[in-house]
Structure formats: structure tokens, C-alpha cells
């Protein structure tokens, strides 16, 4: 089974940038659509962004359309998530699983909290 590892999380003001990135161990995963997904407090985990298994197609939750940007690096098992222009409602703890479908066991996630 694969493990899912995240990191690069943080405190940021609003407008800044902060860049995820997500580590796999234990097997490839370049067979597979990857996203990334977060959790706000007192709401369910929602996808914010996946990517193809070669990289080559992207899509955004309408929410994130245009500030944040997927990316992934098989040769290296990882996946990445640039997140620019951020808001205060973008906190939340981000996950990195499978996409659409989350098949994989998660990680223990990367907090991301942004300050008005």
C-alpha cells in the first residue's frame, strides 16, 4: 500500500503563497489520478484539485479556479499544490488521496491556516 506523506503547510496572511507537496512511499502511484483535498473545521473534505496520471490534465474546484495550481512528479512520487492568492477561507488541513476517488489509506495531512 501506498503511504502518503504531506508537508509545507503553514501560517500565512491573506494574498500570500504557500506550496504543498506530497510524498508517496512504499509504492508508485503514476497509474494513478492524484488530488488534493482539505477539510475546514465543522465541514466535510472536499476536492480541491486533481491531475491525470501523466500530468497533462488539471481541474479546480470552482473555489480555487485560478489561484491554485496542481502538479505532479512521478520520477520522484510526488504531487504539488501551488496555492496563491490566499483567503482566509482556505484554511483548512490539506490531503493529498487518489481522485476523484480517495482509495488510498490518508496521510496525516498539512495545515494550512491564512490570517485577514
Known amino acids: 500500500q501506498v503511504q502518503l506523506v504531506e508537508s509545507g503547510g503553514g501560517l500565512v496572511q491573506a494574498g500570500g503563497s504557500l506550496r504543498l507537496s506530497c510524498a508517496a512511499f512504499g509504492r508508485t502511484f503514476d497509474h494513478l489520478w492524484m488530488g488534493w483535498y482539505r477539510q475546514a473545521p465543522g465541514r466535510e473534505r472536499e476536492l480541491v484539485a486533481r491531475v491525470t496520471y501523466s500530468g497533462g490534465i488539471t481541474s479546480y474546484a470552482d473555489s480555487v479556479k485560478g489561484r491554485f495550481t496542481i502538479s505532479r512528479d512521478n520520477t520522484k512520487s510526488t504531487v504539488a499544490l501551488q496555492m496563491n492568492s490566499l483567503k482566509p477561507e482556505d484554511t483548512a488541513i490539506y490531503y493529498c488521496?487518489?481522485?476523484?476517488?480517495?482509495?488510498?489509506?490518508w496521510g496525516q495531512g498539512t495545515q494550512v491556516t491564512v490570517s485577514s
Open positions: 488521496n487518489a481522485a476523484p476517488v480517495p482509495t488510498l489509506d
